[in-house]
Nanobody, 115 residues
């Protein structure tokens, strides 16, 4: 079992920055793939960024060049640095990991981009 705890969400003006952090506990040493997803009202949960196969990163097109996903294996953390935020980035952001073929989710953290 893996438990995930997210932090770092909040209200920010357009063009601002936020850094989301996710701490994994439990069988954290067995984690393979890590990712951040987001879900806005009335929409499904969409992949934002992921680190797979030990280091390859992938981003959804709309966040490329603005968001950066990183992982610290020693601290069992997965961060998402978000710069130049736009109103369309407003959503609940979820940390996601895969361990021994099982997918785990955090509770979500709200990010609101508004002036």
């Amino acid at each position: 079992q893996v438990q995930l705890s997210e932090s770092g969400g909040g209200l920010v003006q357009p063009g601002g920055s936020l850094r989301l952090s996710c701490v994994a506990s439990g069988a954290a040493g067995s984690i393979n793939t890590v990712a951040w997803y987001r879900q806005s009202p009335g929409n499904g949960r969409d992949l934002v960024a992921t680190i797979i196969n030990g280091g390859n990163t992938h981003y959804r097109e709309s966040v490329k060049g603005r968001f950066t996903i990183s992982r610290n294996n020693a601290k069992n953390t997965v961060d998402l640095q978000m710069n130049d935020l736009k109103p369309e980035d407003t959503a609940v952001y979820y940390c996601n990991v895969i361990s021994f073929g099982q997918m785990y989710w955090g509770q979500g953290t709200q990010v609101t981009v508004s002036s």
